[in-house]
């Protein structure tokens, strides 16, 4: 795996982003983090390091996960998105589907989940 990949990671809790930092670490060393702390953040930092991976929370101050997946997609279409979150609700999630977001994963989240949703998504590259 020579490219050194970039990955924006976005939740208003600063032990939740480290959590998921450390599995995508261990999963895939070389990455370049991106922190995001609410959804307008989240799109500020896409347009200007335009990661190859994103993981939002959907709670969060200013712009939730929703929003910030519309604001990302308007950016880049192909944007890969991936909605980390608690509120495992179906309309939620079904939003964040429909606004773009390619994958979830539940929280507490499952360092298994994560590395398959890695795996997925970054093939073998």
Known sequence: MSKNLTILVSDDSILARKQLKD???RHTPDVTF???SNGQEAIDLFREHKPDM???DIVMPQKDGIEATKGIMEIDDKADIIIVSSVGTKMQ???AIEAGARDFIQKPMNPVQVESVLESHLGGN
């Open 23 to 25: 599995v995508i670490q």
């Open 34 to 36: 991106v922190e995001a």
């Open 54 to 56: 994103v993981f939002l």
């Open 93 to 95: 999630l079904k939003a």
